[in-house]
Every structure is written in C-alpha cells, then in structure tokens.
C-alpha cells in the first residue's frame, strides 16, 4: 500500500457548523473548547440549529500558512449556512471540500454553504458510490427512500468533482482523504436493512462511500474525523494509521454510527479506543446516545462533548509532551 505522510501541524481548528445536538446554557469553555452562540464581547445570543445531520469547518495552521475546508454539509438546505451566519463566520478562504458518504444528511447543506464561499467554482473530493441509485431502508414492511445525489446537482451547484476510491492528499499535504477503507474487524461487521439500485437490480448497500479524513498534529499524533463510520470506526482508524505511518492517535471525532447497538456490540469499541490511547474522543451525529454515554463513563479524562458552534483548538508542541 502507498504511503501517505502527512504534514505536521501546528493548529488544528474544528468548527462545528452542524449536529444532532445544541445547548447554549453549556459553558464549559477552555484552551481546547470554545462554545458558539454567546458574543465574545457580550450582548445578545444567537439560538443555533441542531438537526440529524453533520458539517465541519477546519482551518490548518502550519507555519505561517492557514488553510481552510469544509467537511460535509448537514442535512437541511440552509441548516449549517444558517449557523455560519449566526457564528458570524467567513467561509471566503476555504479551498476545498470533503463529502465523507453520499446520505442526504451530509450533503443536503453543501449547495448552500458553496454559495457562502463567494466563489464560483469549488473542488469537492468524494468517492464515486456517493451516486448510487434508489438508496433505501426497509424497515419491516416500510420502506424508506433517501433524497437522491446526482452529479448534476454538485457541479450546477459550482463543485468541481475529484472522484476518488483511493486516497488523496489535500490543502498542500496537510489533509488526507482516506478513500475507501477496508473492513476488517469481526466485531464491526454491519448487517443492515439498507439497499440501493444498480442496473436494474437491488443490492444490500455496503456502503463502500464512506470515508474519512486524517491531519496530524505536530509532535502528538493524527487527528481523524468521520461522517458516520459505515466502514467501522475502529477499521477507519486503521485505515488512516496505515496510510500515513503514524500510529499516535490524538483526537477520534465524528459520527461513530453506534446508534441502535447493543452493549455487547459497543464494548469491543471501546477496548480499541483505550488501545489507540488517544488525547480525546469526540462522539458526534450518529454515534447514540448510549455508546456517547459509554465513551463519557469509561473514557471522561477523553471525552468531549461536541455540539452545533463548538470550536476545538488542537495546538501541536514542540517537543514529544504527549
């Protein structure tokens, strides 16, 4: 397998544009977490929007070189463009974009947050299964039908597709896209009920899209951030430790798709997470409310509440403090 060094950084910022979740009454605040909704110098708060849904903007910090991207888009047309505003955000530096899996929850937001750039063309990376066709759940007799992505929709939108299964390297080597991640755990095998349509026949979605991204922060270790971990978060951990060489993990954070998992399904997570001893485990979107209760019970020096507007500041050292 090719190997994908990464730059180390020596900031890493994550606004949190868009989840499940929004509280204004939390705050916790500190050199690592900054909570949205309160002006920094007083006066009125700004009510922020929480929906089933996920969107980040990352900013990099590498010498005196700042780079800006947006991961995911949210569910609802103007959701996360809505919290942009309310954080008093400027989006005209961000250079590209990263769709981690074609569900409407991830992408139904990305035309208009691409509006917000101001620009009128924009790279976005996905992979090419982000289009299939007729995606569905059934659940018993119901069936339930995903909002369809299209290439047409993206590109009209003002996106300039880069369709990749591999990975692929961004903002000058300092983000990773991990392309396709290979299942590998036992534990993480994920039998569904979803299904899409290719050539005329049903298939069971195994949801090869879905995909991840990787940072490293300097003198600490990579920095990994899902959409929803379809592919396992433990196999897409792997998959970022594989590719870069670095095997210091320093901050998991994402939708880890344990919702609706039982027990004896989500202890295995855990012992893993203890195993890659990272600095912190931020559960977000799609995690559940159990598995984030887990993560907060066996991990609380760890784990981090996220919401919509938080913003986590990831600074890098000098030395090997960690």
């Known amino acids: ?34 909570r949205g909704g309160y002006p920094q110098h007083g006066g009125l708060k700004q009510p922020l929007r929480a929906e089933h849904g996920f969107s980040l903007l990352i900013h990099t910090y590498r010498g005196s070189e700042i780079g800006s991207m947006v991961f995911d888009g949210g569910f609802s047309p103007t959701g996360a463009v809505q919290n942009v505003n309310k954080l008093g955000l400027n989006l005209k530096d961000v250079e590209t974009f990263v769709l981690s899996h074609g569900h409407a929850d991830h992408w139904g937001g ?77 534990f993480e095998k994920n039998e569904t009920d979803s299904y899409y349509r290719e050539n005329g026949v049903i298939k069971r979605d195994d949801f090869l899209d879905d995909s991840a991204i990787a940072m490293l922060l300097k003198d600490k270790g990579l920095i990994i951030i899902t ?32 919702t609706g998992k039982t027990k004896a399904q989500i202890l295995p997570i855990l012992d893993a997470f203890r195993q890659f001893n990272p600095r912190y485990v931020v559960p977000c979107h799609c995690t559940g409310r159990e598995a984030i209760q887990r993560v907060e019970e066996t991990m609380p020096d760890k784990f981090l509440l996220n919401m919509s507007g938080t913003k986590l500041t990831f600074r890098g050292c000098d030395k090997r403090e960690y």
């Open 1 to 34: 397998m090719d190997s994908f060094p990464l730059n180390p950084l020596d900031q890493v910022n994550l606004i949190t544009l868009l989840d499940n979740y929004t509280d204004l009454t939390v705050m916790d605040n500190s050199d690592v977490i900054t």
């Open 110 to 186: 990305l035309v208009g947050l691409v509006k917000a750039t101001g620009r009128n063309r924009m790279p976005l990376v996905v992979h090419p299964d982000v289009f299939r066709r007729s995606r569905h759940v059934l659940n018993k007799t119901l069936m339930y039908s995903m909002p369809p992505l299209t290439r047409w929709l993206l590109t009209d939108a003002g996106f300039d597709l880069y369709e990749t299964k591999v990975p692929y390297l961004m903002l000058q080597g300092n983000v990773l896209f991990l392309g396709e991640v290979p299942r590998v755990h036992d």
């Open 227 to 258: 959409g929803c971990a379809h592919a396992g978060i433990i196999n897409t951990i792997d998959q970022a430790i594989r590719l870069t060489g670095e095997k210091r993990v320093f901050a998991i954070i994402g939708g880890f798709h344990l």
